[in-house]
């Protein structure tokens, strides 16, 4: 009998660890733990899971942190709600994979039920042991056949590693990762840019008050991109006398192109893969490569990926995250919870889409998605991402017929601090007074409408009781922060306008200084006398040489091949050979509202969407027309190609062009290490 007594006291209290929560503790973690347990070698994944309880019949989220051993505690994953069974809440999935230096770390999540405020806490260490064991650096395989982590004895304090690499089969120039300063720890290294079942030769170099010491060579043979992945396949022309080849290699962020969800690549100048990027997400576009800082001594990425986050109902680029070249997802976050900090900070439109009655009052607005562009060339490292914002207005705005109120799709431009919180946003609603800020009435010049059939910001708040078409009015497609003077520029599609907004370092009011375009705030110092001189439908806008340079963009053309009488058409100037897409450089006068172009050259193919502007080191010029609809069957197609401007003209000759499946963007540089900034 005293067994049976222990045994029902054992299960109650079991049962009490689960349900009976004291009042003031609604919220408790009840386990957190990892896969495999401490400790494991650096490069290996960590599978981290935790399970907690809420009395309250609210959703309960996680967030994951990491530090390093004696560093403080980062985000790696910010809050996202948890799957609930059993009266017991699970944590989505984290996997943590310490690529840094060996020692103990300390990983925490933080449980938090964003309606009551309530929160829990539990921390873990956790020892990473380092891949040396001797005096002999090692290179081993990584989860991306293609990515090796080269791993060498510690250096000096003082002192700065980097790691050289090449095909041991060919004569080929060596590759170089960036200097990473000596610590008291091994060393390791992302060595990418690598060709597949293809041996390599490898060693360390050791920088020394200007004395460079190689170190031990080993070899390392890559292995096969996995076959079931979407790979694209490119053919390019032979580089002509004056092409870039020192800018050797092209990072390609596709899109998904008929039934095919290409992966984004990195290639040689004839098209051959040297790197790829599988996300842990069925859709992802990739919209910065990012130099090496001090924060991260490695070369990484940001990306905006498909997946569901805290509305159920939205998939399309929930989360934003920070990767490395191997592959492995260093930091995120997702739309749920910067809606939330976007609310705390007083942005009244920023609700949750799913939180919204149907059908929506006038008035009603929230946040859906992540969209189109994120940056990270803001000073203290912060990071700035466009999202999407829908809201209703009366009916008849922007001239609608349905009698019905409107949804209208505007954007933000949303900063993020050093760990990823929310610290300014701009919203473009709360611009709509008419100039010299935006006019809601000013429709998109061109018409375009959101309906699911067509591919602009996801709308969530379409349905009965609501016209039923949403307006595209703005559609941003890019974001750069101007270092001379600490604001933003930013493009609007559908505007055919590049706006310059009030960030002033995160001091500015977020007002609308100018608006560059036709019938806009500048006038176009029309030099060579083109018919139709201004951009229009362009992308990735930015200044080029870190600010100081011309403004660059690919002048996709939309509204300039439009039929007349907005556009010149067919017949009246713009005949098919000439009806194309075009690669722009402007110079920018803001004192006296001026623009003469620098470059506005015929592409040779019209890129109704995507597309991407770069100067190369030695003064090549370097486009990216995006999504060229096939004439004669087939899948759209993307093109990379290289201008040598002819001098005294705003043209020149192609140098280099690659061809492949359709692309969001294209960054040509020395190697994954080297990324453009602008």
Not at 53 to 79: C, E, K, M, W
Not at 496 to 505: E, G, K, M, P
């Amino acid at each position: 009998m005293k067994t049976i007594a222990m045994g029902r006291l054992r299960l109650l209290i079991g049962l009490c660890a689960i349900s009976c929560v004291p009042a003031f503790a609604t919220v408790k973690i009840v386990s957190f733990r990892s896969s495999p347990r401490s400790a494991q070698t650096i490069g290996t994944p960590i599978h981290w899971t935790a399970k907690a309880i809420d009395s309250n019949a609210n959703n309960l989220t996680f967030q994951f942190n990491v530090a390093p051993p004696g560093g403080s505690l980062a985000l790696a994953r910010d809050f996202n709600v948890g799957r609930h069974a059993k009266r017991t809440w699970r944590s989505p999935a984290f996997t943590w994979v310490p690529t840094g230096g060996e020692g103990v770390y300390r990983v925490q999540v933080v449980a938090k039920d964003f309606t009551s405020g309530e929160t829990d806490t539990v921390t873990r260490s956790f020892t990473v042991t380092p891949l040396v064991t001797g005096d002999m650096p090692v290179a081993v395989a990584s989860a991306n056949p293609l990515v090796a982590y080269f791993s060498a004895p510690a250096c000096p304090a003082g002192s700065a590693m980097r790691v050289s690499f090449q095909q041991v089969s060919l004569a080929t120039p060596a590759t170089t990762t960036n200097w990473v300063n000596c610590g008291a720890t091994t060393m390791t290294f992302e060595i990418a840019g690598m060709y597949e079942t293809t041996e390599y030769q490898m060693f360390a170099q050791t920088q020394t008050g200007g004395n460079i010491v190689n170190g031990p060579t080993v070899n390392f043979t890559t292995g096969k991109i996995p076959r079931d992945l979407a790979v694209p396949v490119f053919t390019a022309t032979a580089p002509g006398p004056n092409a870039d080849t020192t800018d050797s290699l092209m990072l390609h962020t596709l899109t998904k192109s008929g039934n095919k969800n290409y992966v984004p690549v990195a290639t040689d100048l004839s098209g051959s893969v040297m790197w790829y990027y599988h996300s842990i997400s069925r859709e992802t576009m990739i919209t910065r490569p990012l130099q090496p800082n001090a924060a991260f001594p490695i070369a990484t990425f940001l990306s905006l990926e498909n997946g569901k986050a805290w509305d159920p109902g939205a998939h399309l680029f929930q989360y934003l995250r920070q990767v490395d070249l191997a592959g492995n997802v260093i930091r995120e976050t997702n739309t749920g919870v910067v809606q939330q900090e976007l609310l705390a900070l007083g942005n009244s439109d920023a609700q949750a889409c799913n939180a919204i009655p149907r059908p929506p009052a006038i008035g009603a607005a929230c946040f859906g998605d992540f969209h189109h562009d994120a940056i990270q060339t803001l000073p203290n490292g912060y990071t700035a991402v466009i999202g999407d914002i829908e809201k209703i207005f009366p009916p008849g705005t922007q001239e609608d017929k349905s009698s019905l109120p409107v949804d209208i799709v505007g954007d933000m431009l949303i900063v993020l601090n050093e760990n990823w919180q929310v610290n300014w946003y701009f919203n473009a609603f709360d611009h709509a007074g008419g100039p010299p800020q935006l006019n809601i009435n000013r429709r998109a010049v061109l018409g375009e409408i959101c309906v699911p059939s067509n591919p602009c910001p996801f709308t969530y708040l379409l349905g009965t009781g609501i016209a039923p078409e949403g307006k595209d009015w703005l559609h941003a497609n890019s974001i750069y922060y101007w270092p001379q003077n600490g604001d933003l520029v930013w493009s609007s599609r559908s505007q055919d306008w590049i706006l310059r907004v009030d960030y002033n370092n995160g001091m500015g009011k977020g007002d609308i200084l100018w608006r560059m375009g036709r019938e806009g705030d500048f006038k176009f110092n029309n030099i060579y006398n083109d018919p139709w001189p201004w951009f229009s439908g362009q992308h990735e806008v930015g200044i080029e040489d870190l600010g100081a340079g011309p403004m660059s963009m690919m002048d996709n053309g939309t509204t300039r091949t439009a039929d007349p009488p907005l556009g010149l058409g067919k017949g009246t100037g713009c005949e098919p050979s000439d009806c194309n897409s075009r690669g722009m450089m402007l110079t920018v006068d803001q004192t006296n509202r001026q623009v003469t172009p620098v470059m506005s050259v015929d592409l040779g193919v019209y890129a109704v969407v995507f597309g991407s502007a770069q100067l190369l080191d030695d003064g090549v010029f370097f486009f990216s027309p995006g999504n060229v609809e096939k004439k004669v069957g087939g899948a759209s197609a993307g093109y990379a190609i290289q201008i040598f401007q002819t001098p005294n003209t705003a043209t020149g000759t192609q140098e280099l062009n690659m061809t492949g499946p359709k692309t969001y963007r294209t960054w040509e540089m020395p190697s994954m290490y080297a990324p453009p900034i602008t």
